[in-house]
């Protein structure tokens, strides 16, 4: 199917990306949480898992969880205990970095390992999370069925993430957007609904973020074109025009509804 094609990109790629330029890149780009709309998201998604109402004992599971951003508002806002957990080493150790001496530390673990093998026992966790980040993993089967393995009965599944739009896209442009983000497969916001029904779990809500997307995509372009000189001055002048050019191209998508974003909440019975 036309824009639907999965690329050869290895975890190893996606960890040499974010172990060198192109983590800070992002972080300049989206802060911290390296995701879409930073803390304010993190809050929508809580409060449509309805964290902010779960009480301070749960234990949530961060896939995919970068510089602990999220894990350490999480735990700081609203008491919880969080596990976080990336592929890449040099993530993890800055997450560790940044979140030791915080009050709320103890109530942050950071793991190093992969969405497809969780390293955890079944029944684990009382909300397993993820933000923007699932892009990153190409069997999205195998990654659900983990998220369902290890999350109670009666748990929630609460995640957003990086996905195709309505507008078909040709071979040429998703050759190139996928390989500028280093994206081995995207899935769209009916496929993922597909996806979490086969698993088993029951879909509470889904919601099509693309407007939303498509902003933030203007955003992290002016924030780019602005940091031009120290970006050159730190990384020099070919990163530059390799991020403007990438950037500027995921934009133009975005506004063409050939990409997007979603949003999904899903309960294991």
Same mark, same amino acid.
């Given at each position: 199917?036309?824009?639907?094609?999965?690329?050869?990109? !290895?975890?190893?790629?996606? !960890?040499?990306?974010?172990?060198?330029?192109?983590?800070?890149?992002?972080? #300049? #780009?989206?802060?911290?949480?390296? %995701?879409?709309?930073? @803390?304010?998201?993190?809050?929508?998604? =809580?409060?449509? =898992?309805?964290?902010?109402?779960?009480?301070?004992?749960?234990?949530?599971?961060?896939? +995919? !969880?970068?510089?602990?951003?999220?894990?350490? %508002? #999480?735990?700081?806002?609203?008491?919880?205990?969080?596990?976080?957990?990336?592929?890449? @080493?040099?993530?993890?150790?800055?997450?560790?970095?940044?979140?030791?001496?915080?009050?709320? =530390? !103890?109530?942050?673990?950071?793991?190093?390992?992969?969405?497809?093998?969780?390293?955890? %026992?079944?029944?684990?966790?009382?909300?397993?999370?993820?933000?923007? =980040?699932? +892009?990153?993993?190409r069997d999205k089967v195998r990654l659900l069925a983990e998220t369902w393995r290890v999350l109670k009965p009666g748990g929630t599944l609460a995640f957003t993430d990086w996905i195709w739009g309505p507008v078909k896209v040709s071979d040429e442009e998703s050759d190139f957007l996928m390989t500028f983000m280093v994206f081995p497969d995207l899935q769209t916001l009916d496929g993922y609904s597909e996806l979490l029904k086969a698993v088993g779990y029951d879909l509470v809500e889904r919601e099509d973020l693309q407007v939303d997307f498509a902003k933030h995509m203007d955003i992290y372009i002016d924030t780019l074109q602005k940091a031009k000189p120290d970006i050159e001055v730190g990384f020099g002048a070919e990163l530059y025009i390799s991020a403007e050019e990438g950037v500027l191209a995921w934009q133009k998508a975005a506004h063409e509804k050939k990409v997007g974003r979603g949003l999904w909440i899903a309960k294991k019975p």
């Open positions: 199917m036309v824009g639907h094609k999965k690329y050869d990109f !290895s975890v190893n790629d996606v !960890s040499e990306v974010y172990a060198g330029p192109g983590g800070k890149l992002w972080e #300049l #780009l989206m802060g911290e949480q390296i %995701h879409v709309g930073g @803390p304010e998201q993190t809050d929508l998604l =809580a409060k449509k =898992a309805e964290i902010d109402k779960t009480g301070q004992n749960i234990i949530l599971l961060d896939i +995919c !969880s970068a510089l602990g951003g999220p894990a350490r %508002h #999480l735990a700081e806002k609203y008491g919880i205990n969080v596990v976080g957990l990336d592929i890449t @080493p040099e993530m993890v150790l800055e997450a560790k970095k940044r979140t030791a001496g915080k009050p709320f =530390a !103890s109530k942050i673990e950071f793991r190093i390992g992969s969405g497809l093998d969780i390293p955890a %026992h079944q029944n684990s966790f009382d909300v397993v999370w993820g933000q923007d =980040a699932w +892009c990153y993993i």
